[in-house]
């Protein structure tokens, strides 16, 4: 009498952990990762002597203004055309946001003008312009 072969095993890959290590994987990439914060234009803001904190910092969309007159919307240039269209659509996504204008010190109110123009055409009347604050020396 012959002996049968004894059937091949066959091969598994046991999958009861590989839940556990996606969830491990993924915490550990929100753990990790950094988010990139707006860069936008190098300015260098006017002082003022006395100055307003704005705690709301989610609703606030800057604009910057650079020294040559560049225009920067969400680290894009952009002209005053571009500057009311982006508000609009920003507008409609959250109708409180505020727009804060960053211009340098040194920049010429031409495009500061143009800018303020684009934000009245997008019905954005929430407007605000940052400066440094300037501590006064008591003594």
Request: proline share 4%; net charge positive.
């Amino acid at each position: 009498m012959k002996l049968k072969r004894k059937e091949r095993a066959k091969l598994m890959i046991p999958t009861a952990s590989m839940s556990d290590i996606a969830f491990l994987l993924i915490i550990f990439f929100m753990l990790t990762t950094v988010f990139r914060k707006e860069i936008g234009l190098k300015v260098v803001l006017p002082q003022a002597e006395t100055t307003e904190r704005i705690l709301k910092s989610r609703d606030l969309a800057n604009i910057y203004i650079s020294r040559d007159g560049k225009i920067s919307v969400d680290d894009n240039l952009v002209s005053p055309e571009q500057v009311k269209i982006a508000f609009k659509i920003k507008l409609a996504q959250n109708p409180a946001t505020i727009a804060q204008i960053k211009a340098d010190k040194d920049a010429d109110y031409g495009p500061v003008w143009e800018v303020i123009d684009a934000l009245r055409d997008a019905q954005a009347f929430r407007v605000v312009f940052a400066t440094e604050y300037k501590r006064q020396k008591r003594g």
